[in-house]
């Protein structure tokens, strides 16, 4: 072989690699990440959908949760919802057997209008046994309540005698008539 025709092949070769090269920087890498990325948005947007169908299914559950939620959160009135909450806690109270020495409520405004929260401070003491159920109660109240906080100190040095220190929100909505 002449080393003229040696060059030229090795010109050839060497063009033909920098040409890959480019190619491959210029257009098959960048097609390659283009085609990963619209994989996974694919693949998002797959899952998406199978979530909203899912969501679709459960309608009838949801706004059926979502109604019985509604009725058994507290009565619009400011009065008539302190009423009903603070008549709760005397049955409970009366069921459990505990004495209840103080009730605070107090008005929350929640971040829109469209709800806000009654809170009670409640002291109570009892045994154990009967603040156990006292705190079922009040658990398993179809009232729209949610337990902040639970404190219990001994009164006696048996651990007999037990103060309970209980803080309550209640959910009030505003009617949807306003709407």
């Known amino acids: 072989m002449n080393i003229n025709k040696r060059q030229q092949v ?14 491959d920087k210029l257009v098959i ?3 390659t990440r283009s085609w990963k990325e619209r994989s996974i948005t694919i693949a998002d947007l797959r899952k998406s959908i199978v979530q909203g169908h899912a969501t679709l299914d459960r309608e009838q559950i949801t706004r059926r949760r979502w109604n019985e939620m509604r009725k058994n959160t507290l009565p619009f009135g400011a009065s008539v919802a302190e009423q009903e909450m603070l008549g709760a806690f005397d049955r409970w109270s009366r069921d459990s057997g505990i004495s209840v020495s103080s009730i605070k409520p107090q008005w929350k405004r929640g971040t829109t209008d469209d709800y806000s929260v009654l809170e009670c401070r409640v002291d109570a003491a009892g045994n154990l046994s009967t603040l156990t159920r006292f705190l079922y109660d009040v658990e398993h109240s179809p009232l729209a309540l949610k337990i ?18 209980l803080l309550v929100s209640g959910l009030r909505l505003a009617p949807l008539e306003g709407k």
């Open 29 to 31: 890498t960048p097609l």
């Open 10 to 23: 090795l010109a050839i070769a060497a063009a033909a690699i920098v040409g890959f090269f480019v190619l």
């Open 148 to 165: 902040e906080s639970v404190e219990l100190a001994a009164r006696d040095n048996n651990g007999q005698q037990l103060a309970l220190g």
